[in-house]
């Protein structure tokens, strides 16, 4: 028992968290220009837009909120993309020429990808909220807002990263993250309303946002009856680390030996 446990530490990917930070750094040095700019672009705007009709109302910045994670998991993807550019072109043999080993490379553009995007949210909402209407974040329903759409940012970067770094191929990633965010949530209510028209099958409204929120989380916090509370909050959490914890058992033989570039 003792040795078969030594042997799969064995397996695990060696990481060193110094490289995996120098990389990160330089994977944001080097892309954060482009998505800064559209955060500050898109601030600018949203806090005009909020102080045009102050008082903003709960429901108006939720509203927000939510078109604001939607476009920065489609930025998010984006990102992720370039990660399968680079293998795709061969360029990743250059980072793995270093000691940068195949799992630090892997997670190092998850990492990064947190990173820029968590900027971006704050810089394009967070802000311009605290400067419009400070008190509004110590409300359940917007500071759980934020809380929520934060871990469905987390959800969306990891999964991304691990379609870029498994699929290899911009394309091939681009049309992933296409059918994630768009066509299969939609095809998926569609699909489930279809069935409950045509047959004695009741599917209940609970149903339908579970099933939206293995696309989008945050809508599990939005729209599962009672809205917005710390316990839909924390199911959210729980998704997002179950699918988490299943994607890094996944990863962790993948980035040793499959991640061939």
């Known amino acids: 028992m003792r040795g078969r446990l030594q042997h799969r530490l064995r397996e695990l990917p060696v990481i060193a968290p110094p490289r995996v930070a120098s990389h990160v750094s330089y994977i944001v040095e080097r892309n954060s220009g482009v998505y ?51 293998i795709e072109s061969g360029e990743t043999l250059l980072y793995l020429s270093t000691p940068l080993s195949k799992a630090e490379y892997y997670y190092s553009w998850i990492f990064s990808t ?32 934020l809380i929520a759409v934060t871990l469905q940012l987390l959800y969306h970067t990891v999964i991304f990263s691990s379609a870029a770094v498994t699929l290899k191929s911009r394309t091939r990633v681009i049309g992933f993250i296409t059918g994630f965010l768009l066509i299969l949530p939609v095809s998926s209510l569609i699909v489930l309303a279809l069935l409950e ?9 609970e149903a ?10 945050s809508f599990i916090f939005f729209f599962k009856e009672p809205n917005m509370t710390t316990g839909n909050l924390a ?20 980035v040793k030996r499959r991640m061939e570039v």
């Open 36 to 86: 800064l700019g559209i955060a500050l672009g898109a601030s600018l705007p949203l806090a005009i837009f909020m102080t045009l009709v102050f008082p903003p109302q709960i429901d108006l910045l939720i509203l927000l909120v939510v078109f604001m994670s939607f476009i920065i998991s489609i930025l998010a993807g984006f990102m992720a993309s370039a990660a399968a550019g680079e």
């Open 208 to 217: 339908f946002v579970w099933i939206f929120g293995l696309y989008y989380p």
């Open 235 to 254: 199911q959210e959490a729980m998704l997002v680390l179950t699918v988490f914890a299943a994607l890094f058992i996944a990863s962790r033989r993948y």
């Open 114 to 145: 947190t990173v820029m995007f968590t900027a971006i949210y704050s810089l394009g909402f967070v802000v311009p909220l605290i400067v419009v209407s400070p008190r509004s974040i110590a409300t359940l329903e917007i500071s759980g807002a």
């Open 197 to 205: 028209a045509v047959s004695d099958i009741y599917i209940s409204d």
